[in-house]
């Protein structure tokens, strides 16, 4: 049964920083692509940073230089780094992880979050206020 949590979440001033946490359990990153999605409040759900299963990461162009994806194999444990924050950053942080498919196939903008089989397994999600 694969478990995603997340943990590292709260609230920060415009330009701190913050660093997400995702621990995995029965799963290998071997063997899936990972990502972090995030949820606007009323708004779309989109991704902010994944990193496929051969370690290439991505990010969404409104993070790109400001958030740094990671993660430590042998902890099971995926990061986000995210620094000079903005309140356009404030949202629910969801770590996900598909095995079928490459993260890059799944819809990278969405209604919501933590709906349909691409990626398939998803955290219950951390908040980041931003003001």
């Known amino acids: 049964h694969v478990q995603l949590v997340e943990s590292g979440g709260g609230s920060v001033q415009t330009g701190g920083s913050l660093t997400l946490s995702c621990t995995a359990s029965s799963l290998e990153f071997d063997d899936v692509d990972m990502g972090w999605y995030r949820q606007f409040p009323g708004y779309a759900c989109e991704l902010a940073s994944s990193?496929?299963?051969?370690?290439?990461?991505w990010y969404a162009v409104s993070v790109k230089g400001r958030f740094t994806v990671s993660q430590d194999h042998a902890k099971r444990r995926m990061y986000l780094q995210m620094n000079n924050l903005k309140p356009e950053d404030t949202a629910l942080y969801y770590c996900?992880?598909?095995?079928?498919?490459?993260?890059?196939?799944?819809?990278?903008?969405?209604?919501?979050?933590?709906?349909?089989?691409?990626?398939?397994?998803w955290g219950q999600g951390t908040q980041v206020t931003v003001s």
């Open positions: 990193i496929s299963r051969e370690g290439e990461s």
């Open positions: 996900a992880g598909t095995r079928d498919s490459q993260i890059e196939n799944c819809a990278r903008v969405r209604p919501t979050c933590v709906v349909g089989v691409c990626p398939n397994y």
